[in-house]
Antibody, heavy 120, light 109 residues
Framework: QVQLQESGPGLVKPSQTLSLTCTVS??????????WSWIRQHPGKGLEWIGY???????YYNPSLKSRVTISVDTSKNQFSLKLSSVTAADTAVYYC????????????WGQGTLVTVSS | EIVLTQSPATLSLSPGERATLSCRAS??????LAWYQQKPGQAPRLLIY???NRATGIPARFSGSGSGTDFTLTISSLEPEDFAVYYC???????????FGQGTRLEIK
């Protein structure tokens, strides 16, 4: 079955760019039919959708983060990535990657999540 | 943006009891609503999609209902492992934005 795994630095300095990668196994991003998404969860809080990318490269971002977010895909490596620029302590969160079925929409599976702390 | 409001914020019940969780959308989402369960330190797990379809491997004690703006997740008889936080989620047609409810914490009474 499809599995997702996040990777990247667990500590990022304020004003720098947070970069994470999600590696997909057990299935191909290129096969289409799904959105590949990033979701985050601030400590002790609820879930916040960041955005998605389709295998073709088309993207859509949460308007509240749009100015700082870039999601990209590398189909040759079966990976997709998140970059969040100009981070502050408010970006400290667990970041999840997940596969979304678009209609009806649901997220399954999810990666295990990775905690990113923004601190000097 | 479609806002999802879950109630109650916290639900205190005992094993064996029936749990009823609510999710209300600020405008119609048709039947396009999903439910997730999250335990501490774990990623959310899909329970229900398209309002009433159980995901693969989800026990029959979990059921979902509703359409339009009002949705319910019911756990018919609580097992000890069901005590967790539950989220609802939708994606609007346009703009294609995803929103989650703020969550309902189901705790042992």
């Amino acid at each position: 079955q499809v599995q997702l795994q996040e990777s990247g630095p667990g500590l990022v300095k304020p004003s720098q760019t947070l970069s994470l990668t999600c590696t997909v196994s057990g299935g191909s991003i290129s096969s289409g039919g799904y959105y590949w998404s990033w979701i985050r969860q601030h400590p002790g809080k609820g879930l916040e959708w960041i955005g998605y990318i389709y295998y073709s490269g088309s993207t859509y971002y949460n308007p509240s983060l749009k100015s700082r977010v870039t999601i990209s895909v590398d189909t040759s490596k079966n990976q997709f990535s998140l970059k969040l620029s100009s981070v502050t302590a408010a970006d400290t969160a667990v970041y999840y990657c997940a596969r979304e079925a678009p209609t009806p929409s649901f997220f399954d599976p999810w990666g295990q999540g990775t905690l990113v702390t923004v601190s000097s | 943006e479609i806002v999802l409001t879950q109630s109650p914020a916290t639900l205190s019940l005992s094993p064996g009891e029936r749990a009823t969780l609510s999710c209300r959308a600020s405008q119609s989402v048709s039947s396009y609503l999903a439910w997730y369960q999250q335990k501490p330190g774990q990623a959310p797990r899909l329970l229900i999609y398209d309002a009433s379809n159980r995901a693969t491997g989800i026990p029959a004690r979990f059921s979902g209902s509703g359409s339009g703006t009002d949705f319910t997740l019911t756990i018919s008889s609580l097992e000890p492992e069901d005590f967790a936080v539950y989220y609802c989620q939708q994606r609007s047609n346009w703009p294609p934005e995803v929103t989650f409810g703020q969550g309902t914490r189901l705790e042992i009474k």
